[in-house]
């Protein structure tokens, strides 16, 4: 059995671990080993401690934990949408989970409690940013997400392309999950 619940401060550690190695592994076919190495567990954790110690008014972050032992298996965050060039509202910064814990219906179930709370706030579009080539991009797509527009990034030294997936009704996408 598996909770999700809203993260706090000493969650930083657990979810710097989830991330960097679920990035790792999602990413390994996908970027060059100077850029996949340039995250680690100690950069990530300053930054969960520092998202989790000032995170905005609409800005959330929740954990999915395994109830036997309280192991965080993964997360979703976001908040406001970013960049203002795009007419969703909302987005998902962040959603990870360990490989183990993957196509289980979990990460469903991370995108419904951070919908639902979104739309709560008042929004209602949410996007969500893929690198262009993740096969994971099919989960969203699962639940009907429109591609919407594509950008280069940078990570490490390499630059590489993501594509905006998005939502423009939050009740549609509740119905979905």
Same mark, same amino acid.
Request: proline share 2%; aromatic share 12%; glycine share 6%.
């Given at each position: 059995?598996?909770?999700?619940?809203?993260?706090?401060?000493?969650?930083?550690?657990?979810?710097?671990?989830?991330?960097?190695?679920?990035?790792?592994?999602?990413?390994?076919?996908? *970027?060059?080993?100077?850029? =996949?190495?340039?995250? %680690?567990? +100690?950069?990530?954790?300053?930054?969960? &401690?520092? @998202? #989790?110690?000032?995170?905005?008014?609409?800005?959330?972050?929740?954990?999915?934990?395994?109830?036997?032992?309280?192991?965080?298996?993964?997360?979703?965050?976001?908040?406001?949408?970013?960049?203002?060039?795009?007419?969703?509202?909302?987005?998902?910064?962040?959603?990870?989970?360990?490989?183990?814990?993957?196509?289980?219906? *979990?990460?469903?179930?991370? =995108?419904?409690?951070? %919908?639902? +709370?979104?739309?709560?706030?008042?929004? &209602?579009? @949410? #996007?969500?940013?893929?690198?262009?080539?993740?096969?994971?991009?099919?989960?969203?797509?699962?639940?009907?997400?429109?591609?919407?527009?594509?950008?280069?990034?940078?990570?490490?030294?390499?630059?590489?392309?993501?594509?905006?997936?998005?939502?423009?009704?939050?009740?549609?996408?509740?119905?979905?999950?």
């Amino acid at each position: 059995m598996y909770s999700i619940r809203e993260a706090n401060f000493e969650d930083a550690a657990s979810i710097a671990n989830v991330h960097v190695s679920s990035w790792k592994s999602t990413y390994q076919e996908l *970027l060059e080993e100077k850029d =996949l190495s340039n995250m %680690t567990y +100690e950069n990530r954790k300053t930054l969960w &401690e520092t @998202i #989790l110690k000032i995170q905005k008014d609409n800005q959330r972050t929740y954990v999915m934990e395994r109830t036997h032992d309280n192991k965080i298996v993964g997360f979703i965050s976001g908040g406001p949408e970013r960049t203002k060039r795009f007419d969703f509202d909302a987005e998902i910064y962040n959603i990870y989970l360990l490989d183990e814990f993957q196509k289980k219906g *979990l990460g469903a179930q991370l =995108l419904h409690k951070f %919908t639902l +709370e979104m739309k709560n706030l008042g929004f &209602e579009s @949410i #996007l969500v940013w893929v690198l262009t080539r993740n096969p994971s991009s099919r989960f969203y797509e699962r639940y009907q997400a429109k591609p919407i527009g594509t950008e280069d990034t940078t990570i490490g030294k390499g630059t590489y392309q993501e594509t905006a997936y998005g939502w423009k009704q939050l009740d549609k996408l509740l119905e979905l999950l």
